[in-house]
């Protein structure tokens, strides 16, 4: 699989999101028109026989943020095929990404950069999915005063 030898932990995650991207990235194709596609699917496969989790994980932050461009039906079904494929439970992903947000709004000050970015994922994926109008706002809030 890789260049290098990587401990069975590694292995198993460079193997985990690899599949998760690419049943994304092929949903997408088939979704919609997505010139991209096979170069994404080219870089995806690239990172992971050198077995380069933090790439994998960079490029899967981008392909979750390009799916909010899909029609709701569309992320539904997308999800629905996650979940029966790969087990993957965005909803429960969702979920722990909310409590997340909820330590750091009742904390009221944003203790890192990485919360920062959590943060404005967060909002931005509200705005797209229809998320409601309060929440944001308590989001966008804090961002503009930390």
């Not at 049943?23 to 596609?37: H, I, K, N, R, V």
């Not at 979940?83 to 997340?100: F, I, M, P």
């Amino acid at each position: 699989m890789a260049n290098k030898k990587l401990n069975p932990e590694t292995e198993k995650a460079v193997s985990a999101i690899r599949e998760r991207l690419v049943l994304t990235l092929q949903f997408m194709q088939d979704a919609q028109e997505f010139p991209s596609g096979k170069q994404w699917l080219d870089l995806v496969e690239e990172a992971a026989s050198r077995g380069e989790l933090r790439t994998l994980r960079l490029l899967a932050k981008e392909v979750d943020a390009m799916t909010s461009a899909l029609a709701s039906h569309e992320r539904d079904g997308l999800e629905a095929l996650l979940l029966s494929r790969l087990g993957v439970n965005k909803e429960a992903e969702r979920g722990d990404l909310q409590r997340q947000v909820a330590k750091v709004l009742n904390r009221g000050t944003i203790a890192s950069e990485k919360e920062r970015r959590r943060l404005e994922e967060y909002a931005e994926m509200l705005e797209v999915t229809g998320g409601e109008p309060a929440e944001i706002e308590s989001v966008r809030q804090l961002l503009r005063s930390g």
